[in-house]
């Protein structure tokens, strides 16, 4: 009957379960008995699982424990320290494996704990890890991703092309940023003198000191997305045939599914109307960096006919691209295959080359090298964790206010 009582956990559903079995308890009566309800015997454990999840994302956290076997949460702490972790262990000395993620609060906690026991690094953090370091090496080549424009045929009856004048203010500011900063760090200023000296954020000197040239800054700026953009071509070829009413279009393009307003239309046009000239040929715009990311992270044979035409450009234009994509596709194989014992040629290959964020991934994995090995090498996984982290999300959310750890704890160990 408590066990019953017990699933509820608070508030109207459990007055209104206890009215349906014929008890009458208050809110704190059925909280006491909930807090009473002895906990399952955890038994023998030889896979443990161990992650973290948020009570509040960003400041607090807990930790629970499961059992890789029968996917049964174990135990709920609070904070996510390697200390619970490995008192929780010394009292388990039949643990064998720990499937965890990169922390290395449980890192370290799981060595203490169980020294016996062989540390797993999950996949899925580790490809998860991978991708924000392909990321990052293909932010750096922002500037290089657009595909060079077709030169036009030049026939003598074709109007000329509106050339826009200048570039954008933004654009040119930071070109001039860009410039200042490095000579001044050239010069042996540190970052935090030059932002003193520029009246910039240090985090804004690190981007311009890092950047190797000026195109690298500015790709962003230019590739901005703006409400206009998916429409420019078809405004381009109507104002090419002689259609140079920018309401007219506005209402055209808003038949098309346009959601902005008429003002940025005629902005957009405003710029072709000195001389009467032909808008230019906007040309296929240039893939963002978390497009170029996913064609990366994708297996070849998963990737359509069109991106994979777009990634083999794009790797013939840019070499370390090309060596970026080798590097991730030797990692997919190692991972899906299980050869952990190329790991250390892996590492050894992409800290020779030039891929900074790449190499710095590799260098964190040979901090972690025995759990990251087992995890290319052995069968377990934290797949069933993170299911269990998602239900727990979902228990902490019905209870609102009541998701305290020790009645939280009685619904996840018991609700089952």
């Known amino acids: 009957m408590l066990t019953r009582i ?42 443990l699982g161990v992650d973290d999840f948020a009570f509040r994302k960003g400041r607090h956290y807990g930790t629970v424990l499961i059992d890789m076997a029968t996917h049964r949460p174990l135990h709920l702490c609070e904070g996510r320290e390697g200390e619970d972790l490995a008192a929780w262990l010394r009292d388990h000395p039949e643990v064998k494996v720990i499937c965890r993620d990169r922390s290395s609060g449980y890192a370290e906690g799981a060595r203490i704990g169980a020294p016996q026991a062989e540390q797993v690094a999950d996949r899925y953090h580790l490809w998860a890890n991978l991708g924000q370091a392909v990321e990052k090496t ?12 077709s030169e036009p045929a030049d026939t003598p009856d ?3 092309v509106v050339r826009l004048p200048t570039e954008l ?30 009246g910039l954020h240090q985090a804004t000197v690190r981007k311009l000191v890092d950047a190797p040239s000026a195109d690298d800054v500015v790709a962003k700026s230019l590739q901005r997305a ?19 009413n920018a309401t007219q279009l506005y209402r055209e393009i808003q038949e098309q599914g346009y959601p902005g307003g008429e003002l940025a239309v005629q902005r957009h046009l405003r710029q072709y109307r ?11 715009k240039p893939p963002s960096v978390r497009e170029v990311t996913s064609w990366i992270m994708t297996h070849p044979e998963h990737l359509r006919d069109e991106v994979a035409g777009k990634l083999h450009r794009l790797r013939e234009r840019d070499p370390e691209l090309d060596r970026l994509t080798l590097h991730v596709r030797k990692f997919a194989v190692m991972m899906t295959a299980r050869h952990g014992d190329r790991l250390e040629d892996w590492i050894t290959e992409v800290e020779r080359d030039s891929l ?12 972690d090298f025995d759990a990251v090995r087992n ?21 902490k959310r019905q209870m609102f206010g009541r998701a305290s750890l020790d009645l939280l704890r009685k619904r996840v160990l018991l609700a089952r």
């Open 6 to 47: 017990g699933l509820a956990l608070a508030g109207r559903a459990g007055a209104r379960l206890a009215s349906a079995v014929g008890i009458t308890v208050g809110k704190d009566t059925l909280l006491r008995l909930v807090r009473a309800l002895p906990e399952p015997e955890v038994g023998e454990v030889e896979v």
């Open 226 to 244: 703006h409400v206009v953009d998916p429409y420019v071509g078809y405004l381009h070829r109507r104002w090419n045939d002689g259609v140079r």
């Open 158 to 160: 074709e109007p000329q």
């Open 274 to 284: 000195t001389g009467r000239g032909h808008a230019p040929d906007p040309g296929p």
């Open 375 to 395: 995890g290319l090498s052995l069968p377990h996984s934290s797949g069933a964790v993170e299911g269990n982290i998602n239900r727990l999300k979902m228990l």
């Open 138 to 149: 293909v932010n750096g080549h922002r500037s290089r991703l657009a595909e060079p424009p």
């Open 169 to 198: 203010k933004i654009v040119t500011r930071l070109r001039e940023q860009h410039a200042a900063a490095h000579e001044l760090w050239q010069q042996g200023m540190s970052k935090a003198g030059i932002g003193r000296k520029l």
């Open 356 to 367: 900074a964020p790449l190499a710095g991934f590799a260098r964190n994995l040979r901090r």
